[in-house]
């Protein structure tokens, strides 16, 4: 029978949206989501059915989730649940509102819990399913002014680790992708212009420059789906996936290169290291 999966975050020009047109161009029926259906209009192709699905909102969650229900067809699962949706923020630690921190957490944690917990009637109903998480370089290796995805994303990873072990006795696989650069909407949108008390107000250009510094080396969408798609419809699929630019390499790095090294080559890399902001500028 043919596969079937369901991608959350699907919008025009994301990875999500290259994930729904290569695992279609395999075959599968793609249930290609997002919080704004117009978003997918690209998506209106044979294969794909497009749902509305906001991740930190329970009630559409379980709406999209009984629709699947209802298209699948009675004692059919769902194969693969690719939990994509996620928030960049680029915003010093010491200026992000509350509010913003919990709303990215909504979404790139608690939104990833809630889509496991209500999809997995259907997941159990797969002779071979499997769940897979997409984390981020980030959440292993820490750069200036990303405090907040980080965190987010290393319990995303901490999260999938768990996760593989309890569903295990149900024959679920979880994979967690540790994430490089792809080249999406990510890096089009500029960072929050800093507070007028910022202390980073003398650094604003190297502030800026953490989001427009990484576009020109990410790996292009059509690879980096390419290959995803390639290791998750393995049959033996792997724990951890690293994909795009940087994923090799951050992994190696963490293991092998001492803590202080690589925060000082962090440091240099945004030009910060050279840069003592005065106090008084807050
Ligand atoms: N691109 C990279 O270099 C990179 C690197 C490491 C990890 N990642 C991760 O890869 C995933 C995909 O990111 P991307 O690069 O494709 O970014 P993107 O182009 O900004 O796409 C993110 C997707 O998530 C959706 N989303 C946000 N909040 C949502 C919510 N509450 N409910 C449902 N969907 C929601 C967005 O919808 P809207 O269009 O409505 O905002 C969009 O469709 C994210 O988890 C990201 O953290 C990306």
Not at 11 to 16: E, I, P, Q, T, Y
Not at 120 to 127: A, D, E, I, R
Request: aromatic fraction near 8%.
């Amino acid at each position: 029978m043919r596969k079937s999966v369901l991608i959350t975050g699907c919008s025009h020009g994301g990875a999500g949206n290259q994930l729904a047109k290569e695992y279609c161009s395999r075959g599968l029926h793609v249930f290609a989501t997002a919080r704004n259906i117009e978003a997918m209009n690209d998506l209106d192709l044979p294969g794909i059915t497009r749902l509305e699905l906001d991740v930190t909102n329970i009630e559409s969650i379980r709406t999209a989730r009984d629709q699947v229900k209802s298209i699948l067809g009675v004692n059919t699962g769902l194969d693969l649940l690719v939990n994509n949706a996620g928030i960049w923020s680029t915003t010093p630690a010491l200026d992000h509102e509350l509010s913003e921190i919990r709303s990215i957490f909504e979404t790139n944690v608690f939104g990833m819990m809630a889509m496991v917990q209500e999809f997995m009637p259907l997941l159990t109903l797969s002779q071979d399913a499997c769940i897979v998480n997409v984390g981020s370089i980030g959440g292993l290796m820490p750069y200036a002014f990303g405090s907040t995805y980080n965190a987010s994303k290393a319990a995303v990873h901490s999260y999938s680790d768990t996760l593989r072990l309890e569903l295990r006795p149900l024959g679920i696989q979880v994979i967690t992708v540790i994430l490089g650069g792809v080249k999406t909407n990510i890096f089009t949108r500029p960072p929050k212009p800093l507070p007028d008390n910022s202390y980073y107000r003398p650094i604003e250009a190297i502030f800026r420059g953490v989001r427009s510094g990484q576009v020109h080396k990410a790996t292009p969408r059509d690879k980096f789906a390419r290959e995803f798609v390639d290791a998750t419809l393995r049959p033996s699929t792997p724990r951890h996936l690293a994909l795009a630019f940087g994923s090799i390499v951050v992994p190696w790095v963490t293991w092998l290169v001492p803590g202080f090294l690589i925060n000082f080559r962090i440091v240099s890399n945004f030009g910060a290291g050279a840069v003592r902001i005065p106090r008084e500028a807050s």
